[in-house]
T-cell receptor, first 112, second 116 residues
Framework: QKEVEQNSGPLSVPEGAIASLNCTYSDRGSQSFFWYRQYSGKSPELIMFIYSNGDKEDGRFTAQLNKASQYVSLLIRDSQPSDSATYLCAVNNGGSNYQLIWGAGTKLIIKP | GAVVSQHPSRVICKSGTSVKIECRSLDFQATTMFWYRQFPKKSLMLMATSNEGSKATYEQGVEKDKFLINHASLTLSTLTVTSAHPEDSSFYIC????????????FGSGTRLTVV
């Protein structure tokens, strides 16, 4: 059973601080890794994707991938109250046509 | 780019009726689309993979005769919930991705189905 694990939270972070969200996955064949943000009652919104080991930065967001440890993380710098949402980690199913395996999500709360 | 449009956003129907949900890729061709279901405070559950010009692939436990999927063109997939019951009330979301490695999966805005 291929799995993606996330701490469900809630993770509470003061405004302006760095929020760190973590995700581990079981399928060593996975090549693509995605972070989505989902506000309550809305559909998921893509934040970032990463394919290579190391860091990938986009504005206040940094995705980090370590394939040897099967670990992917998302850092949010200068956290804002509007960042409060559930963050979903998704990993491609190495054996299928673009299917994703989803984590259950981490609820992030940014406190003003 | 990579916009997925989903309609309707919200629908209320009576038990026993059928509801059709449309998912369109607006600026790219999607040979594959994915249909998800999400219950309140739960994660996404993949229902089926929709393949243009061929039969959909359903996940274990999803009734293919109840959730009819048609992917008749490279930009349109439809999900029809047949003979809907209150337990089918949920948030249904479609997703697709342009070809190539430089894109993530884009989601439609979702359809909130309430069966009364």
């Amino acid at each position: 059973q291929k799995e993606v694990e996330q701490n469900s939270g809630p993770l509470s972070v003061p405004e302006g601080a760095i929020a760190s969200l973590n995700c581990t996955y079981s399928d060593r064949g996975s090549q693509s890794f995605f972070w989505y943000r989902q506000y309550s009652g809305k559909s998921p919104e893509l934040i970032m994707f990463i394919y290579s080991n190391g860091d990938k930065e986009d504005g206040r967001f940094t995705a980090q991938l370590n394939k040897a440890s099967q670990y992917v993380s998302l850092l949010i710098r200068d956290s804002q109250p509007s960042d409060s949402a559930t963050y979903l980690c998704a990993v491609n199913n190495g054996g299928s046509n673009y299917q994703l395996i989803w984590g259950a999500g981490t609820k992030l709360i940014i406190k003003p | 780019g990579a916009v997925v449009s989903q309609h309707p956003s919200r629908v209320i129907c009576k038990s026993g009726t059928s509801v059709k949900i449309e998912c369109r890729s607006l600026d790219f061709q999607a040979t594959t689309m994915f249909w998800y279901r999400q219950f309140p405070k739960k994660s996404l559950m993949l229902m089926a993979t929709s393949n243009e010009g061929s039969k959909a692939t359903y996940e274990q436990g999803v009734e293919k005769d109840k959730f009819l999927i048609n992917h008749a063109s490279l930009t349109l997939s439809t999900l029809t919930v047949t003979s809907a019951h209150p337990e089918d009330s949920s948030f249904y979301i479609c997703s697709a991705r342009p070809q190539g490695q430089g894109y993530g999966y884009t989601f439609g805005s979702g359809t909130r189905l309430t069966v009364v």
